[in-house]
């Protein structure tokens, strides 16, 4: 990045009060930059910082009233916040898309196509038989797999594994060590008590604009023709296992170390917590609130319901509970002592009823 | 694959009805099957497919009787599913089987012997003092330290790791990203409080017909002729640690993200569900079964338990506990409306005996 | 390795009784040893091995008295366990550091600098601006981003991702598979149920003397100019997540599978056991030790404490609610019991006083 701090207010929209010219190589905090940097004040409480600031510019709102002399270069935009997120998001743009062209050695197997404005990492794989679409970026020492798809703009980083035959959509990232398409967990229990492979012949589709965290697996359907499918949308947090037949509806967002047992249907916006497990063969409602570490072990038939505990229930009635829980021992001294009571006072009824 | 209708029956025992000169490529379900596919039907409620199915080929029950015109052929068994069972594994051991030869560039170090029929993927890396048996399958990315040995027939996909001195057995599959032989977790505190690094001596071995998931990590055992040890015809899902000293008898079968610490034994034919966490320096006994997400604190003696909870205790008492932990709240209630009746029970019954 | 007896004699600081001359080449167990082999006798019980063993060499206490005949060489020491553990660890050093050198292909960007002694495996990837130290082991298939740094002395075993921009310290250890400085998990919900990728454009710093596991995941901090921060000392265990923003204190261990979300601040010399989860934005007090699959919802501010449950709470108090939760279903039906006798004394009561 280097544009002059005219060239940035341009972008924004905003106006120059000060020298225009100098070069901007960087964005930083209002209380740490240095010279060729910029930065932004909106909250009133870094105000003094903007008087020794050594950044050579600052965003700051149109009505902003210095009390001091001011020696950087302002900005003058009506929201600096906004603006600064949107010099951060062109920043984060230039340095993730400036990965272009293709380092040696690099493997590409027969019959494969890929599109244009591509990067291929050094020590990348690419198998037989592979599309992959325009502005893909393939990370070094990526695997992908024969008759494998990939739309464009998806981003692989570095380790990714693409097991062969799976589908992945445009505008996806997937983050390092992440594994597509290893086979489904089936085995056979025979009689002498050791169990046979099942082989797993479907394969993975994920769909457009989804995110899959670092080292997180996602296994392959068991049968031929049959599909795990992450839906358009999804966001899937690192280490997390997604077993085969899965499918994880539109939107819906899963935090690290989840785990989804075989065949289970999750619905569209769900919010799966951390560490959450969820059984096989289950069918999981829209917009469902799984709180951290909860068992989920049958299906959740109404929207909207926000659960806990092992296995899960409604996650306020689990708190009340907990709250009992904490305090067992107390209810079971309580118990035993109103047993006392009861037998005296009984022995007593009696004694005067005799 | 590509047979003619007339091989596939040849080789399932089964009879042509129709043109078995028809090549096949491929294997797909009625509903969905295409030219140049099998199908076959063995559920009666699919029976309308097979009038309409685009199929070249569909197994059928001896004596299926067609109610309308069918225009595939037919190859005629006593058992369509598992003919067809058959047949989808001929067609994973052919794409399983079909990668040999090696691809450039890889690295293999000094002294190491490699078998027969070997697949070794590009940017493969072998040791030095390594062997490896024959038909072994090595993908791209795969690392094998110094001093490993590895049977005939095993497959390593992309990205494994087995750190040196590890000994894998024949005919196992080790899934993309999973790590074999890392350090255990030993560390000494320090009078300052901090920790010294003990130093890692032993190995790990792996038996025969065993597959390890993706990204599942085994540590090395700590002491010098010592090792980690998993038993032939174990299955260990994605995801799980295994820790020094561990070991897992003999068709134990550990499902995701499921964690065993350091100097446990696991006895054979063990059912371990996800997310389990087993602790360190204990035994479990043959044929237990651990409910998922459970924690084990102590030894399993007896056989062929199920068990739940943290701690676990038998699986039927925890949802019989756990039916009344959802209703605390109101035995809470219950209890305190007692305490007053019986108070008040009593003062009557004092002011009755006075 | 290889000494002769009298040469690990003069580095133990004993005295040789018998042959010093034979040459040493492993370490063993007394029961196992071979020729070429040296051992140790400390633990009385093994005394009976001394006088069998074909180990060329065994180490033994100063006034170690022989009962019967033996054949080997004796090392006389003051501590032969302590003894034998500096031989086992500079055998380790020896192992560990024997890797120096450069192997091809492997890869380098420009404008990288790389210190002395260093070891590159085949297929590692150093991207550019990279700043590496000396003696830093760098195994096959590491994959290092651009403007990474390095201390020296620190290990990067096969596998192990750097994100560009983290900084890691000196005498580390980067287990195989782990990932440094991978995307936060953060996304902006959007009006029509999707989420925005928030641009997350912090590093990582990971300080000296830290070891982290295998297949272990640490993200980067959300902010420009901020950090997820990994104190000195710190041990984390295998397929740990740490999220955006985490600092952990100095000296804290973590067991495998734990996972911390993001912004939380963890002291030091923490304990944090097995499949532990620890909420996002809490403060966790020094010297905290946290049990094995406890959920940690809220900030501890006390040091010192130890707690369990899910949301966790002092240990022994969560044992004693524990043992009265088996118990909950003979709770609940002497409650059912309590409450029929109370009503009948009260229906004999209300009689009497009538």
Same mark, same amino acid.
């Given at each position: 990045?280097?544009?002059?701090?005219?060239?940035? %207010?341009?972008?924004?929209?905003?106006?120059?009060?000060?020298?225009?010219?100098?070069?901007?190589?960087?964005?930083?905090?209002?209380?740490?930059?240095?010279?060729?940097?910029?930065?932004?004040?909106?909250? #009133?409480?870094?105000?003094?910082?903007?008087?020794?600031?050594?950044?050579?510019?600052?965003?700051?709102?149109?009505?902003?009233?210095?009390?001091?002399?001011?020696?950087?270069?302002?900005?003058?935009?009506?929201? #600096?916040?906004?603006?600064?997120?949107? &010099?951060?998001?062109?920043?984060?743009?230039?340095?993730?898309?400036?990965?272009?062209? *293709?380092?040696?050695?690099?493997? *590409?197997?027969?019959?494969?196509?890929? @599109?244009?404005?591509?990067?291929?990492? !050094?020590?990348?794989?690419? $198998?037989?038989?592979?599309?992959?679409?325009?502005?893909?970026?393939?990370?070094?020492?990526?695997?992908? @797999?024969?008759?494998?798809?990939?739309?464009?703009?998806? =981003?692989?980083?570095?380790?990714?594994?693409?097991?062969? $035959?799976?589908?992945?959509?445009?505008?996806?990232?997937?983050? %390092?060590?992440?594994?597509?398409?290893?086979?489904?967990? @089936?085995?056979?229990?025979?009689?002498?008590?050791?169990?046979?492979?099942?082989?797993?012949? @479907?394969?993975?589709?994920?769909?457009?604009?989804?995110?899959?965290?670092?080292?997180?697996?996602?296994?392959?359907?068991? &049968?031929?023709?049959?599909?795990?499918?992450?839906?358009?949308?999804?966001?899937?947090?690192?280490?997390?296992?997604?077993?085969?037949?899965?499918?994880?509806?539109?939107?819906?967002?899963?935090?690290?170390?989840?785990?989804?047992?075989?065949?289970?249907? *999750?619905?569209?916006?769900?919010?799966? %917590?951390?560490?959450?497990? =969820?059984?096989?063969?289950?069918?999981? %409602?829209?917009?469902?609130?799984?709180?951290?570490?909860?068992? /989920?072990?049958?299906?959740?038939?109404?929207?909207?319901?926000? /659960?806990?505990?092992? #296995? !899960? +229930?409604? *996650?306020?009635?689990?708190?009340?509970?907990?709250?009992? +829980?904490?305090?067992?021992?107390?209810?079971?001294?309580?118990?035993?002592?109103?047993?006392?009571?009861?037998?005296?006072?009984?022995?007593?009824?009696?004694?005067?009823?005799?």
């Amino acid at each position: 990045m280097e544009f002059t701090i005219n060239q940035i %207010a341009a972008m924004l929209g905003g106006e120059v009060s000060g020298d225009g010219s100098q070069k901007i190589k960087m964005l930083a905090k209002i209380q740490d930059a240095k010279t060729g940097q910029i930065a932004f004040l909106s909250n #009133p409480k870094y105000e003094q910082f903007i008087y020794t600031t050594q950044a050579s510019a600052v965003i700051v709102k149109k009505d902003f009233q210095a009390r001091k002399e001011i020696t950087t270069t302002l900005i003058l935009v009506d929201d #600096p916040y906004s603006s600064f997120t949107v &010099l951060l998001e062109e920043y984060h743009k230039m340095i993730s898309f400036q990965k272009v062209g *293709i380092e040696e050695p690099s493997f *590409i197997g027969t019959n494969s196509s890929i @599109g244009k404005n591509i990067y291929r990492g !050094a020590f990348s794989y690419v $198998g037989t038989n592979v599309k992959i679409g325009d502005s893909v970026k393939i990370y070094p020492h990526v695997y992908i @797999g024969d008759n494998v798809t990939i739309g464009d703009n998806t =981003i692989l980083h570095s380790g990714v594994k693409v097991y062969s $035959g799976s589908k992945i959509g445009s505008t996806c990232v997937l983050h %390092a060590g992440c594994v597509i398409g290893s086979d489904g967990f @089936g085995f056979a229990p025979q009689a002498d008590g050791s169990y046979k492979t099942i082989p797993q012949l @479907g394969n993975v589709i994920v769909e457009d604009r989804v995110t899959i965290g670092t080292n997180t697996v996602i296994d392959c359907a068991t &049968l031929f023709g049959d599909a795990t499918i992450i839906r358009q949308g999804v966001k899937l947090d690192n280490l997390i296992q997604i077993a085969h037949n899965v499918e994880v509806g539109k939107n819906t967002v899963m935090a690290a170390q989840a785990g989804v047992s075989g065949s289970t249907k *999750i619905g569209e916006n769900n919010m799966i %917590a951390g560490q959450v497990g =969820i059984a096989g063969h289950l069918v999981i %409602a829209n917009n469902t609130s799984i709180g951290a570490q909860a068992g /989920i072990s049958k299906s959740i038939k109404d929207e909207g319901q926000k /659960i806990l505990g092992y #296995p !899960a +229930f409604d *996650i306020k009635e689990y708190f009340r509970s907990y709250a009992v +829980f904490k305090r067992l021992p107390d209810l079971n001294d309580r118990l035993r002592e109103l047993e006392k009571k009861v037998n005296t006072v009984q022995a007593s009824a009696d004694s005067n009823s005799n």
